[in-house]
Every structure is written in C-alpha cells, then in structure tokens.
C-alpha cells in the first residue's frame, strides 16, 4: 500500500514562494511519498533542504495546530484523506537549540506492558472518582438541597457517621470537590457491606419537609428549652396577626364580615389589633421572640407543616410543657437520621455501575510489583542513552508522589531539568535531548513525525547513533527527516538500506519549487562514493548519455579530480599538474581529458587541452553541462562549482594583478595569502585608506571559505555538499557581490601600483 502525502498549499509569511500557495495548479513538486519497510508500519522521506530554504519554517508550519492567515497548510493522504492544521496529525521535534528542557511527563516516555497498564488504570480510576464524585454533587444538589458544608443535613451526618461526614465533607466542598480523599480508605469504606446502612421507611411528606425547610428546621432543632419564658398571651400573637391579616383586607368595609355587625371603624379595629399583638410581642423576652420570628411565625410552615411545629412551639411558649416539643424533635430527628442514611447508601453505590474496584485491585497489584520494560525500551534507556553519556539513567517510583514513576539521571529527576543543570558537555546535552524527543515522538499518537534536521551539531560518534534511533524506534511512525546534511542521508542508508525516499525542498524566485524527487540513480551516488566513481568511469554507458557539453564538464570536474588523485597512487604527479590549473595567477594548461581518463578508465574526448585563461574566461551564465532531469542534483553540483572555480580563479587573478602581488612560477599561494598582501596597509596610510583596506579584506576572508570548499575534496569526497547547501539566488548574490567588488577595486587601485 502506498503512503502518499500530497500538499495541496504551504504557506509561512513570505518565506515560501507563491507556487506553495497553490501546488494544486502546478500539478507537481507537491507529493512526498514515505518509503514502506517490510518489517515495519511506517515509513520514511528524507527532505534535503539547503540552509535558507525554509526548513525550519516548514517544521512549524506542520506542527501548528490552528489555521491562520500567515501560516496554514492543505495535503491530502492516499489522495482522499484531507489534514490541515486542526487535524493535529503531525508531531515535529525541532532542532537542538529549542530543546533546552526534557519536557513531559515520564508515562510519555514509557511504554513497558505493565507500566503502560498501570498509567491506564491509574487514569481510569483518577476520571472515574471524578466522574463520580461530580455526579454524587449533582445527586445531594438535588435530591437533598445538600450544596455546602455548613448544611443541616451533614451536621446531622457528622453526628451518626463521622467518617461517611469525613468523605461527604470534602466532596460537597466548592473547592476541594472530593481531591482531598484519601482514595485506598475511601474504597476500603463503602466496600464494606457491614458498615452500610439499613434503610427504614419515611414518610414522604416529612422527609420533603425536612430536605426543603432545613433552616427551619435547623433552627427548631437548636432551641435551647430551658431559656424560654412561659407566656400565656404568646396564642393571642397568632390570633391578632389571623385578624390583622383579615381587617388589613376589608378594612374599608362598615359591616363586619365574619358577624355582619353594621357601623364599625374597619381602620380603628387594625391600629387596636395591631398595638395589642406589639404589646404581647414586646412583652416577651429575647429567646422567646427569636424562636417566634425563626421558627414559628416562618412563612414556609403557613404552606406545609406536617409535623405541627408552629402549633407545638406556641403551645410551649404557653405553657411550658416541654413533652409534646421534646417528642417533636425526636421524630424530626429520626426523620433527618433516615435522610442521612439514605444519602449514606448513595454514598456506598457511588462505584456500583463502574468497574472501579477492579480496576482498583489491578492497580494495587501493580504498585506492589517491580515495573519492567520492553526490551526495546531498556536498550534505547540503557545500553544507547547511558552508555553514550556515561551517566545512570533509572526508573524509580516516587512514593511521595502518589506513586508516579520518575526517570532519574544519577540522583536528579530528569524530565524538567535545565539542560545546564545535567553536568554534561554540550554534545551529550544535544544527544540526550534529541534522543528522549524521539522516544517521545515514538509514543506519540500522531501519525506523522517530522524531525528538524537532527544531527546537525554532533560528531561521528552521535551521528551513527541517532540515525539508528531514527531507524529503529520510530519505525511505525511516518517520518519525514528534513536535513542540510549529506551524512545523515549516508549514515540512514549504512543502519537500513534504501529505507526512504530522498527530496530535495527547492524554494527560489523562478525556481522549480516544492519537494523535487531525487531518482533511485543519483540518490546512490549521493550516497556512495564507489556508485559516484562508478559513474564517472562511465559503467553501464551512463555517463555518455547524459553529458551535454564535454568541455564544460571536464572543466568543472577539475576540483573532484585533483581531491580525488590526491588519495589515490598518482606516479605522474598529475595532483600537482592539476594544482596549477587551479589558481588564477598561474599560466600553465593540461590536457584534462588525457587526466580524466588516466583517473578514471573512460575517454570523453580524446583530448581537451584546458588552460588557466579558458577558466578565467569561461562564461557562466546558462550552463548546461549534464541532463538536469535525469541527475538535477549532480547537473546543479557541477554548475555551481564551475561558477565558483571560475570565480575563486578570478578573484586570485585580479588581487595579484590589481596590487601586483609577487610571486614565482610553482610557489604556492594561497588564497588567504594574496588577501593579506592586497590589503596591507603600506607605511604613511591615513586611517581613512587603513579602514578601507581592512572593509576590503574582511569582504574577501568572510567569502573565503566557501569559495576553497567548492574547489577542496581531499578533506571530504563529498562532491555533493558544497553545491547542494547552497540556493541558486544566494550563489548569484554571492557571484555578483564579488564580480562588483573586484571592478570596484581595480577602479579605485589599479593606478596605485
């Protein structure tokens, strides 16, 4: 099956050009194609993407995760599943310098049978009392109008069950909702069918009462008896507020109502009923009417009092009698007792529809067993992270931390430290950095992983490590590996060979722009010096077919020749032959074909003599060497070290000629040489001309570099590596800058000397 991933639109800013914006349009350049394992589910593309071609900047376009006008991305996978920023497919692990804290929590990282179990229950039971404890709010809300601490019915249940009020307490608080319970003694609790109540039955009404007036009741509960003084005239309170109630409403009538008696002073009757209930009221004592005003002469008991209260307090007050309120408050109580238990067994059934006791168990099992890891997962820890960094890294449970498991680099915890806290030298920071981003990327629920150019600050020793972790432990994962580095292209090859498809992201004003597929051929020459050298000794006729312009192309093969004669037996000193064509102030020429052939077994022309002067002369603008489609990568290789043979030869050539630099036949000179001698002050120089020589000599050592990598292989037989790690624009910028700078000088120093 085919893992295609076609963008439809890429868009950062103004970093890309406007063909990613529509790729639809173009119909190519659009499709990154993972190359499929046998042995594996995923998948790999390496992105080559030279520096300045927007690697980074595609990296954080696939990893946002929220479409916006300045950044956003289309593609579609297999051609009929669309992603976009909000399908959060894409998972990236940008480059080391991002990476200063190992982030994370450690289940991200560990992937053991029964550490993974464990983290799962432990999950489940943590959103299961949640769940639960939320729904048992919901439940005392409505059933018990029970929604704070303070209420009657939890000082009723601190009273019967003190450690069922314990649990009740922290789940009803506002603040805590139950995140305060110790979970193991909660289960061990309401598993416990003995500790259970027995429900009685209550009647509804009472029971209705009670959960709807648990104020009044409250209040009535805590009468204190014996500070209530006797008041017979307290029966006449309620008698007077009956009859104020009916003159207040009839008030403007002349007759009576109630005995149809004529002539009488409706208003005058109110104000006399009225100053009688005051004078009784007035008459009580403090206790007495604040146990009228909260408890009997309460609104709520005019519309439901199934229990008599207000008639029993009044009664009280009265007499005094305390064996009718008395008796009241126990079977008030009683009725408050059956409304806890209820609310107890609620309690108790809070799991019954769940499977939290067994998970629970599960659980507890586990805690008490020693962890174990994969086997995979124990090799990447400890034979690959440890071994590398010479330091311990270990799996430990944090007792103090309900039991979460810690990964420990010697006695610290390692995820959230400070990489400048871990001891290390920068390259073993940058390694375990990047390392536990990829076991993290492995545990990863997204299906695409996008890696930012991962080896780019590690020697040797590192390199062939992490393209065996990119290799091994994300192997089920999609990955596109973006990299300016031709030795992690190699380096994936030697751990699994032809395990990706290989891209080149070309983004450039007119430029053919997108992800260009590199063919099978020139991705092995990339990759092998010996199917390079193979194709220069022309095997299988390839090289025939493909040259279009002979002369052209033994000219720019004259820097890989000399690097390349340079290792190998050279008898006829065609190195130092060859040393001489390469320096502008020279005058010397060879016959490069005879050279080529002598290196490499194949004749391209019988002979082509190419002299200093043809170099210095050669015209750089449209080359066309070899077939572009077939080998672009090798095409754009021998194109640009020509413009930059060409250049380098002229800059040597016209600082020699132009300060008239001397020097014998044979003398080596280099190139850092010649720009010291140019622009060294002569004696008398004013400060001004002492400045401009040294902004001349700084322009020329700032681009000197990378003019002898272009033309130096004896180092590294990349022949790819300069070429490719440069844009197209950028070399003509640097070509023009150079070009303009030596007419500059020539102009302003040419009658100096």
Partial sequence: MSMKLKFNSIKNQSIFQPEFQSFSANGYNNVIEFKKQSHAAGGIAVVYAPNGTGKSSLTAVLGNEETREELSFEAAYNDNRIIRPETKAFHTIGDQISRNIIEGETSDYLIGQDIRREYALKKKIADGFEKAFNELNIEYKNNYKTTKVSDYLLSVMQERNLKAYTFVR??????????????????????????????????????????????????????????IVVNAEV????????????????????????????????????????????????????????????????????????????????????????????????????????IVDEMIVTLFNIFVPTSMYSWWDEYSTLLEAQPTLDSEELLYIQEIISENIGRNIRITRDNDSDHNFKLMLDDQALLGLDRSEMHLSSGEQNFISLAFAL?????SEQEFIVVDDPISSFDSVYKNKIAFCIIKFLENKKQIILTHNTDLIRLLNVQLKDCFNLYILNNVDGGRNGFLPVKRDEKNILISLSNLVDLFQNKNGKLAEIIHDKRLFLMAMIPFLRGYIHIMNDPEDLYGQLSRLMHGFENGSLDIADVYKKTFGY???????????????????????????????????????????????????????????????????????????????????????????????????????????????EGNMNIFQPAIDITEAALQKEVTDIENKLIQLRAEYATLH
């Fill in 603 to 713: 004749e391209v022309e019988p002979t082509e003599v190419i002299s200093v002067s043809d170099i210095l002369n050669v015209p750089v603008a449209g080359l066309d060497i070899i077939d572009a489609e077939e080998y672009p990568l090798l095409a754009d290789t021998l194109i640009q070290t020509l413009i930059y043979y060409h250049t380098r030869m002229k800059v040597e050539y016209e600082l020699v000629d132009i300060f008239n630099i001397p020097h014998q036949e044979g003398q080596v000179l280099l190139l850092t040489d010649i720009i010291q001698k140019a622009f060294r002050p002569v004696a008398g120089s004013t400060q001004e001309q002492k400045d401009k020589l040294r902004n001349n000599r700084v322009f020329f050592t700032s681009r000197k570099t990378l003019l002898n990598e272009f033309n130096h292989f």
């Fill in 235 to 338: 029966q006449e309170i309620e008698q007077s507020d009956d009859a104020i109630n009916i003159l207040g409403k009839y008030k403007h009538l002349h007759n009576c109502i109630v005995c149809d008696n004529d002539h009488i002073d409706g208003n005058s009757l109110l104000q006399r009923k009225k100053e009688h209930r005051k004078r009784i009221y007035e008459s009580l004592d403090a206790k007495t009417k604040a146990l009228l005003k909260d408890v009997a002469m309460d609104s709520k008991l005019g519309v439901s009092d199934p229990f008599e209260i207000k008639k029993t307090v009044l009664a009280f007050i009265a007499s005094g009698e305390v064996e009718a309120i008395s008796s009241l408050r126990e079977e008030i109580l009683s009725c408050a007792n059956e």
């Fill in 170 to 227: 922290d789940i009803v608080n506002k603040r805590s909702r139950g995140k305060n319970i110790d979970r193991e003694r909660f289960l061990a609790y309401v598993r416990d069918a003995q500790k259970q109540p027995r429900l009685e039955a209550v009647n509804s009404e009472k029971k209705e009462f009670v959960i709807s007036n648990a104020k009044i009741v409250e209040r009535f509960m805590q009468i204190n008896l014996a500070e």
């Fill in 439 to 443: 076991l993290l990327a492995r545990h």
